[in-house]
Structures are given as structure tokens and as C-alpha cells.
């Protein structure tokens, strides 16, 4: 079964920074490319960005709202991607989800992970 | 931007009744290689979208065929032939023939009459 389980959310001031994982289990995890989105609270869904897979070598792609401050990673040995966020804004407050990603389509989402922006 | 539109964004239902979600968007969203890259989610109240839907009309593994996706060029629609209870929260939308970004219709919010 495939699963993926986001971690390290939480409360952090402004301007501060904070890194999410992404573990997979149940697939073949190098092989996939993972995309990342977030959903504010009672809004939709924003695509923040991708990190592919080795093959199409394990490159990102920032969405502009994001692309200056987040940045994508991967451990493929342990099954693990990364969300690195600096100097986070209130507007930043979400719920952050991880996606499969298997090319122009997402499959399998995580449950989130909520990152609170606040003083 | 491919910008995607839904309607309606409210769709009260009454149990056993059918229900219509449409999706529109402002390109067309057929692939370079032939294909439609339009896919339908459901997110219940605190969870995680799950995708019901891929390339217009492909059920995902698990999906009732109470759901079916159609539509061609820009305009795309998902039914439920008979609404379950089960069934309420919000659908969206999303295209990825014009990635990036994915872009995601507004959400419909399903609730049951």
C-alpha cells in the first residue's frame, strides 16, 4: 500500500525558518518525482512546487510564490523528501501536503502537516 | 496561469439522487501527447485529497463507478450517479497539461439535503 507521512510542522515565528519531510512506503520512492501543496485554512489548494526523481536528475521546480524562500530535497536511500522554508510569513500558515507525482499528474497525497505562522 | 472554474460551488443533494460537477478551463488542456491531463479529488472534512479521477475519464483503483469523469477540450464534468453519504466534502478540479504550476479549480462543496 502506498503511504506517504508528512512531519515537522508546527508553531514558528515570522521570519523563521522550518523543514518538512515527506517519508514514502509501499513504492519503489527513487522512482517517483514528489510534489509538495499546501492548503490555507478553509481555502484551496496552491502547488508550491516538485522534486523529481533521479532519473530526470532529481531537480526542482518552484512555484513564484514560493520560489525564493522554499527549497525541495530528496533522500532517496531513505525514502525522504524535504521541504526547507526560510523567513516564513503569516500568510505561510497551512496545512502542508506531499503528493506523488508521476508527470503532468498526482496520485497519492500524505495526511499534511499544519504550519502555524504566528507570533 | 491556466485558470480552472467550477460550478456550482455549493451542491446540496438529496441521498440516491444524481449530481453534476463542471470543471472549465481557460486553455485547452490536450497534451502534446494526445492525452488530458484533468484530474478530479475528493477531500472529506480534515483529510487529504484523494484523487477519484485521471486523464478526464480513468477511475483510480478503489473508486465506486458511481463516479465518471468526461469532457474534452475545456470543459470537463464529474457525476455521481447516486449520492452516498459517504460522498460529502469538497471536488476539485486540477489540470497538469500546462504544468507548471498545477492549477486547481475553486472546490465544490457537496452536502447532503
Known amino acids: 500500500e502506498v503511504q506517504l507521512v508528512e512531519s515537522g510542522g508546527g508553531l514558528v515565528q515570522p521570519g523563521r525558518s522550518l523543514r518538512l519531510s515527506c517519508t514514502g512506503s509501499?513504492?519503489?520512492?527513487?522512482?517517483?518525482?514528489m510534489s509538495w501543496f499546501r492548503q490555507a485554512p478553509g481555502k484551496g489548494l496552491e502547488w508550491l512546487g516538485l522534486?523529481?526523481?533521479?532519473?530526470?536528475?532529481?531537480?526542482?521546480d518552484y512555484a513564484a510564490s514560493v520560489k525564493d524562500r522554499f527549497t525541495f530535497s530528496r533522500d532517496d536511500s531513505n525514502r525522504v523528501a524535504y521541504l526547507q522554508m526560510n523567513s516564513l510569513k503569516t500568510e505561510d500558515t497551512a496545512i502542508y501536503y506531499c503528493a506523488r507525482d508521476i508527470r503532468l499528474q498526482v496520485d497519492y497525497w500524505g495526511p499534511g502537516t499544519l504550519v502555524a505562522v504566528s507570533t | 496561469d491556466v485558470v480552472m472554474t467550477q460550478s456550482p460551488l455549493s451542491l446540496p443533494v438529496t441521498l440516491g439522487q444524481p449530481a453534476s460537477i463542471s470543471c472549465r478551463s481557460s486553455?485547452?488542456?490536450?497534451?502534446?501527447?494526445?492525452?488530458?491531463?484533468l484530474s478530479w479529488f475528493h477531500q472529506r472534512p480534515g483529510q487529504s485529497p484523494r484523487r477519484l479521477i485521471y486523464k478526464v475519464s480513468y477511475r483510480d483503483s478503489g473508486v465506486p463507478e458511481r463516479f465518471s469523469g468526461s469532457g474534452s477540450g475545456t470543459d470537463f464534468t464529474l457525476k455521481i450517479s447516486r449520492v452516498e453519504a459517504d460522498d460529502v466534502g469538497v471536488y476539485y478540479c486540477m489540470q497538469g497539461t500546462h504544468w507548471p504550476p498545477y492549477t486547481f479549480g475553486q472546490g465544490t462543496k457537496l452536502e447532503i439535503k
Open positions: 509501499g513504492f519503489n520512492f527513487g522512482d517517483f518525482g
Open positions: 522534486i523529481r526523481n533521479n532519473v530526470y536528475g532529481g531537480t526542482p
Open positions: 486553455q485547452g488542456l490536450v497534451y502534446s501527447d494526445g492525452n488530458i491531463y
